[in-house]
């Protein structure tokens, strides 16, 4: 077997440092940039909420409160169901300059009632163990049939990052081996 020499080693740490550096770009790009959801509004709620989260008995207040609405959706085709967080995000980040979550919640619930498809644009991960959800930003009334438009912003910046990815392993391998000549 082969000794890997402190070279080799050193190459495979900025490569590996790169992928990770990488890695985390994605997943930014992934969370903060617009996505796109047809799906069917089925109710929605306004909870009281806190740094820890949503205020019960389990759960008082103990700091500064505030309001957060909640819309709940289902997929008509796999009836998949959907918690969105309906939030401002105000002047601060990401920078959506949100300031009608109470519109679009009253316009939420006029969907819910008529039973209408809907396509949803939000950002953010639902992640159940630590009670996160997306935060929906807009939504539009579409037909029945329509399917959920594609986050070009997302795929011109994945299709970048990968270009640098590629550059970037490219400049350290060929860094490390111009070197050893």
């Known amino acids: 077997m ?3 020499s ?3 080693v050193t190459k495979l740490f900025f490569i590996a440092v790169t992928l990770l550096i990488h890695v985390v770009l994605f997943a930014t790009v992934n969370f903060y940039f617009p996505h796109y959801d047809v799906t069917h509004i089925t109710g929605v709620e306004v909870k009281r909420v806190d740094k820890d989260g949503p205020i019960t008995k389990a759960n008082p207040a103990d700091g500064p409160t505030r309001d957060v609405y909640y819309i709940y959706t289902q997929n008509p085709q796999n009836d998949k169901v ?3 967080r309906n939030e401002d995000t105000r002047w601060g980040f990401p920078f959506y300059f949100k300031f009608n979550s109470a519109d679009l919640q009253a316009r939420a619930q006029s969907f819910a009632v008529d039973k209408k498809s809907v396509q949803v644009k939000y950002y953010g991960w639902r992640l159940v163990m630590f009670d996160e959800f997306r935060n929906m930003t807009s939504m539009k009334e579409v037909d029945q049939n329509a399917t959920a438009a594609w986050p070009i912003a997302s795929y011109v910046l994945y299709f970048l990052l990968l270009i640098t990815l590629f550059l970037s392993i490219q400049f350290i391998r ?6 050893e000549s």
């Not at 060929?174 to 070197?179: H, I, K, L, N, T």
Request: cysteine-free; aromatic content about 26%; hydrophobic content about 45%.
């Open 82 to 84: 959907m918690v969105y």
């Open 6 to 8: 402190f070279r080799s």
């Open 174 to 179: 060929g860094w490390f081996d111009s070197e």
């Open 2 to 4: 082969a000794k890997l």
